[in-house]
């Protein structure tokens, strides 16, 4: 057995580590024989020299088996997840998780916190009263049995390894690694027993995969590791250089969440990842035979509520309010300053910094500077005007949602300072640019 700085020394010097170093590594995770600052340094050398598609699998194995490994031989019927690289105002889970559900999949959805400038799946349902994001691992069974949809944060029973490292890898500037990326993924993904696995890989100013060619060298990477593992896998690669949907913000993104659910509102960029990525989860899983079966059944379970209901249950199920589809402005907390944030000059909105609007989520307090902070699921902005928007000066673009005057002033000084207004129009992106299989 080497020292942890021995270990650090082969991957800082660009060799490849054994199985049995990797395990040391993931076992110093759990059991601190890796302080803070040698896990740190083990991530930015991993970050900085890169691994092998055998130490990348080594990797996720073993955080995955760091904990406990889920299996469902009771359930009759396809087991399925999704997962997200992240973006800003990505609440595309919230969504999808209902509409699988309503269709016949089930759904055990571990989700993570906020990393870097986006935002966290568990940290947006936490803004809902007595939502409890960490439940033991028997009531989160439970509920997926009985109800097909719970979604949950990491536990301390599942890949602890990874729980550690995620957020080392928030603090030390290593989140963009390919290799930790794949490996946090699936060692969370495949510690839930699943059968199939669908991955949204963002990619954009926004994203941590800034070009295409980023973009899909993770996306094989994830399905590379997950079907050697035995889960069935495809990556979807989607557009992140603008804000998805018309909020970023814990509160304001459920909200928005409601409202798609119910009808009230889709924004048609979010629809159509939510989508993309439901017809593939139905195909693998073959509650499909085909995208148009997918769509029709989709459609369906919106237009009927099954998939409002089915989010209903589930947020009631984890002890949340028993009525939060009806009211969720009653059981989420509201900003203290509502403003909006008003366009300087005519013309067209032609691009968004993405990453620096993310960045204005955190520093509002939506997101953590440090592992350790507290999260002010209040903040945010709202009712954000797309890129090709046509803007006369004074029109409103976005609201801002501040804890008081002071910030709300700088935040929205920062957005317009994130915005491009030209005067022509320009094509937008697509919202989904591959699909990978491979």
Request: one cysteine or more.
């Amino acid at each position: 057995m080497l020292l942890p700085q021995e270990i650090i020394r082969i991957k800082r010097n660009g060799n490849a580590l054994s199985n049995g170093q990797i395990q040391q590594f993931v076992d110093g995770l759990v059991d601190h024989s890796f302080n803070d600052a040698q896990a740190g340094a083990m991530a930015m050398a991993i970050f900085q020299q890169g691994m092998s598609t055998d130490e990348i699998t080594a990797l996720t194995l073993a955080m995955m088996n760091s904990g406990q490994v889920l299996q469902w031989p009771e359930i009759d019927g396809p087991i399925v997840d999704k997962h997200s690289t992240g973006g800003v105002g990505d609440k595309v889970s919230f969504m999808l998780a209902a509409i699988v559900a309503a269709c016949g999949a089930y759904v055990p959805m571990i989700s993570g916190r906020g990393l870097g400038h986006t935002g966290g799946t568990a940290d947006k349902l936490e803004s809902i009263a007595g939502f409890n994001v960490a439940p033991s691992i028997k009531e989160f069974k439970d509920i997926v049995k009985r109800d097909r949809l719970a979604i949950i944060s990491q536990t301390s029973d599942l890949a602890p390894a990874d729980k550690r490292l995620y957020g080392i890898r928030d603090v030390t500037a290593c989140v963009e690694s390919i290799p930790l990326i794949t490996a946090s993924i699936l060692s969370k993904k495949l510690s839930a027993g699943l059968d199939a696995l669908v991955m949204d890989v963002k990619v954009g100013n926004g994203a941590m995969m800034n070009n295409l060619d980023d973009a899909i060298a993770l996306a094989k990477s994830i399905n590379r590791v997950s079907n050697q593992a035995g889960v069935v896998t495809q990556t979807l690669i989607t557009d992140m250089n603008q804000v998805l949907g018309r909020s970023a913000g814990n509160a304001i993104e459920m909200f928005e969440t409601v409202q798609y659910l119910t009808g009230e509102y889709r924004e048609p960029r979010l629809h159509e990842v939510v989508t993309r990525l439901a017809q593939s989860m139905l195909i693998n899983t073959k509650i499909a035979s085909s995208q148009d079966d997918a769509l029709q059944r989709i459609e369906s379970v919106l237009a009927n509520g099954k998939a409002a209901e089915q989010f209903d249950k589930m947020i009631a199920a984890l002890n949340g309010p028993t009525n939060y589809m009806d009211d969720p402005w009653a059981h989420m907390p509201k900003a203290k300053v509502i403003k909006d944030i008003k366009a300087e000059q005519s013309g067209f909105i032609t691009n968004m910094a993405t990453r620096d609007i993310g960045l204005s989520v955190v520093e509002l307090g939506g997101g953590r500077l440090s592992n350790t902070d507290n999260v002010d699921h209040s903040v945010g902005f709202d009712h954000i005007a797309p890129v090709g928007t046509k803007v006369d000066k004074g029109d409103v673009i976005a609201q801002v949602h501040a804890k008081d005057e002071d910030s709300a002033a700088k935040a929205i000084a920062q957005y317009l300072s994130a915005l491009t207004v030209g005067e022509s129009h320009t094509e937008s992106k697509p919202v989904v640019y591959q699909v990978i299989d491979d």
